[in-house]
C-alpha cells in the first residue's frame, strides 16, 4: 500500500471530519467521519462545493473566511462556526479550522471540523436565559445582587439599587465596600456580621435602614445566599425589598392600639363604675346596668383580642417549629381553667411538628370558646381531634351549637369583604384566619343545616415524627 492509501486508511479513523478542498472550495477528499458527523457517505460530496452545504445566514460569512486564507500571502489559519446540512435535510454546527498551507502532494487545502452543536445550542440558551433574566431584573422593584465569595468585587446590580439606597451603582462597582455607606450606621455592625456570615456559608435574613439622602428613613428586608462550590463560597447572591411602607403601617398600627386600648380601657372602666354607683342608687334599675355592664366587659375583652391582633400582625417572628399536639393540650387546659363545666373531649395525635407562628395556640383557644359561649347546653361539649393527613396536620374542632353565620364562615375562610369588617361579631375569627393563614395554612368549615359545626385548622407538617395517640375526656 503506498504513502497516500495508509493516510487515508488513518484520516478515516479520526473522529474530527477532515476534508481536502480546491481554491474553488471543491471536495476532493472526504474522510470517513463525515458519514458519522453528517450522515452522507465521502462519495457523496467529492466534486461538490461545502459552499452548497452550508445554511444560507452563515454561507457568506464562510466564503469570505476560505477566501481570506486562500489569498492571503503569509502562512496563516483560522477557525470558523457555522450550521453544515445533513443527509436528512437537518443542521449542524461545525468548528472548522482551516489553513491556507496548501500542500502541493496532496493538492489541496486540509479543513478539519468537528461537531460543536451540544455546545452551541447550550451557549445559546444560557444566551437567551441570561437575556430574559436581565431583562425582569431591569424591571423588577426589588434589588438583585450578586458578589463573588470575599465581597470585593460586585458580579451584578441591577437598576433597582440606585432608586432604594440612593447611591449610583458605578460607586459600588468600582468599591464594593461602598455600598456600606447606604447603611444607617447603627445597622452597619449588625450587617458586617451578616456579610461573615454568608461568607462563611450561611443564610441571612434581616431588616435594616438605607439612603442617607432621605436621612435612613427607607427600610429594607433583604435576603442572602451563599453559593458554595466543593465546600468553599464562591459567590453570595441575594435581593432586597424596599418594606418602609409596611414598617411606616405597623408604627401606626401599634400607636392606634395604644391609644385606643389605653382609651378604651379607661373609659370603660369609668362607665362600668358609674354603672355600680346607679345600682347603690337605684336597686330598680339593675336590670339595665346588668346590660352595661355585660356590654362593658365584652368590649374590653374584645380590646385584648385587639392587642393579640396587632401583635400578631406587626411581629416578624416568621414560621416556627411548634409541637401541635402540645399547644393544642395547653390551649384546653386554658379554656377548661376559665369555664368550669365545660366537656372537651380529645383525640391528639403526639408529636405533630407543624412550621407556623406561636399564635396559633391562641387560634385554638379562640375556636374553642367560641363553640362554649354559642352553646345553649348548661354543660358545653366540644369535640378536638388532631391527626397527620399526608403532609399536613388537621386540627378539628366540632361542636352541636346552631350554624355559623355564613358571615362569620366567610372570616375564617378569608373570604369576607374587608369593607364590611364591622358587620362581623367580633376579632376572634380574624385572629383565627390571621394565625393559620400566616402559618401557611388554610381552614375548612362545615355546618349542619339544624345544629353542629365542624372547623379545621390545616397545617403544614415539618417533619414526619412516629404517632402516638392520646385521648381524654
Not at 117 to 130: F, G, H, K, L, S
Not at 332 to 356: F, L, N, Q, S
Amino acid at each position: 500500500m503506498d504513502r497516500s492509501g495508509s493516510l487515508g486508511l488513518l484520516l478515516d479513523q479520526a473522529q474530527d471530519k477532515i476534508v481536502l478542498l480546491d481554491d474553488d472550495g471543491t471536495f476532493s477528499y472526504v474522510n470517513g467521519a463525515c458519514e458519522r458527523i453528517l450522515g452522507f457517505e465521502p462519495a457523496e460530496l467529492v466534486g461538490r462545493t461545502v459552499f452548497e452545504f452550508v445554511h444560507p445566514d452563515d454561507v457568506d460569512g464562510m466564503r469570505r473566511e476560505f477566501r481570506r486564507m486562500v489569498r492571503d500571502e503569509t502562512l496563516g489559519e483560522g477557525t470558523i462556526e457555522y450550521r453544515h446540512r445533513t443527509s436528512d435535510g437537518d443542521w449542524v454546527w461545525l468548528e472548522s479550522r482551516m489553513s491556507n498551507l496548501n500542500d502541493d502532494e496532496l493538492d489541496g487545502y486540509v479543513v478539519s471540523s468537528r461537531d460543536v452543536t451540544d455546545r452551541v445550542e447550550a451557549e445559546r440558551e444560557r444566551a437567551e436565559t441570561a437575556s430574559r433574566l436581565e431583562g425582569i431584573a431591569a424591571v423588577a422593584g426589588d434589588v438583585l445582587w450578586m458578589f463573588d465569595g470575599d465581597w470585593s468585587e460586585l458580579l451584578f446590580v441591577n437598576p433597582a439599587y440606585e432608586g432604594i439606597f440612593g447611591r449610583p451603582i458605578e460607586e459600588i462597582r468600582n468599591h464594593p465596600e461602598a455600598f456600606l455607606d447606604a447603611i444607617h450606621p447603627e445597622d452597619r455592625p449588625a450587617v458586617e456580621e451578616a456579610m461573615a456570615c454568608l461568607a462563611g456559608g450561611r443564610s441571612v435574613e434581616m431588616e435594616y435602614r438605607v439612603n442617607p439622602a432621605e436621612d435612613y428613613t427607607r427600610w429594607v428586608w433583604v435576603q442572602g445566599e451563599p453559593i458554595t462550590r466543593d465546600g468553599e463560597v464562591v459567590r453570595i447572591t441575594g435581593f432586597v425589598r424596599d418594606i418602609t411602607d409596611r414598617r411606616r403601617r405597623e408604627c401606626q398600627l401599634v400607636v392606634m392600639d395604644n391609644l385606643l386600648r389605653h382609651n378604651l380601657r379607661n373609659d370603660l372602666n369609668i362607665v362600668l363604675g358609674q354603672a355600680d354607683l346607679i345600682d347603690e342608687e337605684l336597686p330598680e334599675a339593675s336590670q339595665y346596668t346588668a346590660v352595661i355592664r355585660r356590654v362593658g366587659k365584652e368590649l374590653l375583652q374584645t380590646a385584648e383580642k385587639e392587642r393579640e391582633v396587632i401583635d400578631l400582625l406587626t411581629e416578624q417572628q416568621g414560621r416556627q417549629r411548634i409541637d401541635f399536639g402540645e399547644a393544642v393540650l395547653e390551649s384546653i387546659e386554658t379554656v377548661r381553667e376559665r369555664h368550669a363545666g365545660v366537656v372537651i373531649e380529645t383525640d391528639i395525635t403526639k408529636p405533630t411538628i407543624v412550621c407556623g407562628r406561636p399564635e396559633l395556640g391562641l387560634a385554638v383557644i379562640e375556636l374553642l370558646e367560641n363553640s362554649i359561649q354559642h352553646s345553649e347546653e348548661s354543660e358545653p361539649r366540644v369535640g378536638v381531634s388532631l391527626r397527620q393527613v399526608g403532609t399536613h396536620a388537621e386540627l378539628t374542632v366540632e361542636d352541636d351549637d346552631a350554624p355559623i353565620p355564613s358571615i362569620e364562615a366567610d372570616v375564617l375562610l378569608g373570604d369576607h369583604d374587608m369593607n364590611q369588617v364591622y358587620h362581623s361579631s367580633g376579632l376572634g375569627f380574624w385572629l383565627v384566619y390571621w394565625a393559620v393563614e400566616l402559618s401557611n395554612g388554610h381552614v375548612s368549615v362545615h355546618s349542619e343545616e339544624d345544629h353542629g359545626n365542624r372547623v379545621t385548622l390545616s397545617l403544614p407538617l415539618e417533619e414526619a415524627d412516629e404517632p402516638t395517640q392520646r385521648r381524654e375526656r
